[in-house]
Each structure stands twice: as C-alpha cells, then as structure tokens.
C-alpha cells in the first residue's frame, strides 16, 4: 500500500509517500480501501512534534477515514464487504489501506458524501462535547437559547465552522468571526447572522460582537486563543462562558480581573482526551450528531480535497490557515 510516513518529528516537508507493506488483517477487523482520509490541524503538530502526545517513530498519520470493506477476518460478517463506513483509527490514515476494529465502524447517513463523513468526526464532536456536555446545553430545546448569543472566533476552519453549525441548530443566535470573505461567507452559509473580519483589529471583533449583541455575547468559542482570544474576552456579557477549545494563536494570557467582573466563566474543551476515557459515551454523543445529520439540523461543509501525494502541502495550508473549511487527503 502506498503511505504517508512520518519519520522524524520535524518540518512537514519531511513527511514521505512511501510503499509499505498491506497491514495484517487481525481478529475482529476488517481491511478498508480508503476512500478518503480526514486531515486536522492536530496531524501537523503531531508530524511536528509539537503535540502533547508523540507517537512512536516511524508513523503514519490521520486519524479518520472513509473506505470500502473489501476483506474481513474470519470471526467477522462477510455482510460488512462492499459497505462504506467511516472508521476513527488513531493512526494510520493517511494511506490507500487501513484496518479497523468491526465494532468501531460507524455507518455513514446517505445524506453525506464521503468527503463529509471523512472530514466531520474531530470537529463537531468537539463541538458537541464543548455545548452539550461541558456547557450543558440541551440539544432538545433550542428555544431556550433564542436570546443568547454566540461569538465564534476562527470561524472559517474546520473546527470553528462546526461550532458555527452546532450553535445554530441549538439555538444561538451566532457571529462568526473569520480571517477572509470566503471564510465568512461559509460560516453565513452555516446560518450566522454576523460575520466579522479579524484583519480590522481585536479590538473592533470585540467590539463589533458587544453592540451586535446588545451589550454582550454570552459564550465566547475559542480554537484560536493567541490576543484575539484574550480580547475577547471582553466581549463577555453577565454571567457569560469563556469556552476554550484551542491555540493556533498561541495561549492566550486570560485576565483574572476580567473572568471576575461580571461573573464570567472560563471552561476547558478536551474532547480528545475525554473520549479515550469514555468510548461509550462518545459513541452515543457521535450518535447524536448523527441523528441531527439526517434530520437537516446540522449540515457539515463538503472539504478541500488533496491528493495524498500532496499531504505535507494539505497540513501547511492548514497550518497557515489558506484554506477555509475541512480538508481531506484523496487517493492518486
């Protein structure tokens, strides 16, 4: 099978395409043709090693993908060949093959096309995670958040158009803040009501968001951190929810007296960690999501596609924000 290898942590123009050998079919799983592999902001600081966990070396990045069963092991049902299925592998996605336990395939709703099945997994799980269970938002009344308002910063990437998505289907009433015109216009599409252009200073997406909100946002998501993060903070109105999600930006310097006036909350979003720990209650939040998929209430964007020959270049445009919305690595 042809592979991306990462074979040392350091400049993503290191990663390699390279001929390894079929991955063994093991008890339980199956063999996936991979139709397409979901690339995340994450898979480039990991080939980095710029990420709290390192895997060993040498390794073959991406965590989701979409494929084909094409083959199964003995003790599974050969009813499972020929399905398109999206499995979360961990590792080992950036590659024309791949294995992956029976029990963790997850069907894919007619409604997604393979690049949306293969791009979605990270960022609206985060998302959901970060509303409904560390904020405690109810998916099933949206009603009872039609006054609140919701500051998206980073809102043209994968992870901020999500929650743009997700904020609209629980009710927010949502501004998106983005770095260009074609960034905001996908997260307008998603259903914001307001999208704001970071380039006119943190200041001015602050304040901007206060007098669209009339006085304050009451949740402020955050994949950016960085002075844009700290600023806007302010934004914040009474009793008003710091989610932190991320720090493309950098790690914001959060001031106390800040989170002090008006009662203000700051909450951490480690879904990844979370899910390791809890595999049952993801599967159930992933059902969820899913559910909202089928039903229209949520709706995630269909990717940039690269060839696989070209991840290291993916990961950089990622990296340097060049692309708006999901990416997904397709084979050539």
């Known amino acids: 099978m042809r592979a991306v290898l990462c074979s040392e942590f350091g400049p993503l123009e290191g990663l390699q395409v390279v001929e390894l050998d079929d991955p063994k079919l093991r008890s339980g799983h199956v ?29 073959v990045p991406g965590m989701e993908v979409v494929g084909e069963v094409v083959e199964v092991a003995t003790d599974v049902s050969a009813s499972l060949v020929g399905s398109r299925v999206l499995a979360n592998l961990g590792f080992g996605g950036y590659a024309t093959q791949a294995v992956a336990h029976a029990d963790r395939l997850i069907e894919i709703p007619d409604a997604m096309t393979t690049g949306q099945a293969a791009s979605f997994l ?45 904020g609209v289907a629980l009710g927010y009433k949502v501004i998106a803040a983005a770095s260009s015109a074609e960034k905001r216009e996908l997260a307008l599409a998603r259903g914001a009501l307001h999208a704001l252009d970071v380039s006119s200073g943190d200041n001015e997406v602050k304040e901007r968001a206060k007098e669209l909100s009339g006085g304050g946002i009451d949740v402020l998501y955050d994949p950016v951190g960085g002075s844009l993060g700290e600023v806007c903070l302010r934004a914040l109105g009474e009793d008003g929810n710091y989610l932190v999600i991320g720090f493309v930006g950098g790690i914001p310097k959060l001031p106390a007296n800040q989170v002090l006036l008006r009662n203000r909350r700051v909450t951490g979003v480690d879904w990844g960690a979370w899910a390791m720990r809890n595999p049952e209650a993801n599967n159930a939040m992933l059902r969820d999501i899913l559910s909202f998929i089928e039903g229209g209430r949520l709706s995630p964007v269909e990717p940039t596609a690269y060839p696989l020959s070209k991840a290291a270049v993916a990961l950089a445009d990622l990296e340097a924000r060049r692309v708006a919305g999901k990416v997904v690595l397709l084979p050539d």
């Open 122 to 166: 990270q960022s609206y799980l985060t998302g959901w995670f970060a509303f409904v269970n560390r904020l405690g938002v109810d998916p099933a009344r949206p009603a009872a958040n039609a006054d609140k308002w919701l500051l998206v910063l980073g809102a043209g990437g994968g992870v901020g158009l999500a929650a743009v998505d997700i």
């Open 31 to 59: 063999r996936l043709k991979v139709l397409a592999s979901g690339v995340n902001y994450v898979d480039g600081l990991l080939a980095q090693g710029r990420y709290q966990i390192k895997p060993p070396l040498p390794f």
